[in-house]
């Protein structure tokens, strides 16, 4: 069962526009959300996170938006660089967790043409 | 800050033995690490949760028999697939949360491993 999901497994966009990556999750005890970048044989690195309690968060060139009601998350990275060609991840959490584990959704290439 | 390692980054073995992987915090303390298990094109699952001094627990599916946890100390944790197929050739991550940082988690650069 996915609880968390990205149903673009590509997405290309030209250098300098905006990019939009979505996420859905099923889960409504998840409490805090944050979206990871991965380069290929590498761990994810961390970009942005949201908590439940607000629908924005900005840092920079990111910003994550997050619907509530939708059980829907986006990220936009704008202006869009070549440096952000990857696979980004978005995750969600729990207090209900106990621990704090993360669950990923399966992630979204995205290729800057530049 | 927030680092951490694993090592080996890579590494081939033959169906039967056992592989050993190490995840360490290098600059700060982890209480509670996690290791996942990435195949490819496919999401980060996690494999099971790593607390300093206890045993790890174990995510449904998960043998724990053949994965073999220890978080010995506050920066090292270790997974041992023991008696190992190729069908757990797979990209094995770490990460390790740290405390001070809003309780984030900071991952390894991920372990390829190979059975032959």
């Known amino acids: 069962d996915q609880q968390v999901k990205q149903n673009s497994p590509s997405l290309s966009v030209q250098e300098g526009r905006i990019s939009i990556l979505n996420c859905d999750y099923t889960?409504?005890?998840?409490?805090?959300f944050l979206w990871y970048k991965k380069y290929p044989a590498e761990g994810p690195t961390f970009l942005i996170s949201?908590?439940?309690?607000?629908d924005k968060n900005e840092d920079g060139r990111f910003t994550v938006f997050l619907n509530k009601s939708a059980k829907h998350l986006s990220l936009h990275i704008v202006p869009s660089q070549p440096g952000d060609s990857a696979v980004y991840f978005c995750?969600?959490?729990?207090?209900?967790?106990?621990?704090?584990?993360?669950?990923f959704g399966t992630g979204t290439r995205l290729t800057i043409i530049p | 800050g927030a680092v951490v390692s694993q090592h080996p980054s890579w590494v081939i073995c033959k169906s039967g033995t056992s592989v050993k992987i190490e995840c360490r915090s290098l600059?700060?303390?982890?209480?509670?690490m996690f290791w996942y298990r990435q195949f490819p094109k496919q999401s980060l699952m996690l494999m099971a949760t790593?607390?300093?001094?206890?045993?790890?627990?174990?995510e449904q599916g998960v043998e724990k028999d053949k994965f073999l946890i220890n978080h010995a100390s506050l920066t090292l944790s270790t997974l041992t697939v023991t008696s190992a197929h190729p069908e757990d050739s797979s990209f094995y991550i770490c990460?390790?949360?740290?405390?001070?940082?809003?309780?984030?988690?900071?991952f390894g650069p991920g372990t390829r491993l190979t059975v032959l």
């Open positions: 889960n409504s005890m998840f409490d805090y």
């Open positions: 995750a969600a959490r729990g207090r209900f967790f106990g621990n704090e584990k993360l669950t």
């Open positions: 790593s607390n300093e001094g206890s045993k790890a627990t174990y």
């Open positions: 600059d700060f303390q982890a209480t509670t």
């Open positions: 949201i908590s439940s309690i607000k």
């Open positions: 990460s390790a949360r740290d405390r001070s940082v809003r309780n984030e988690q900071f």
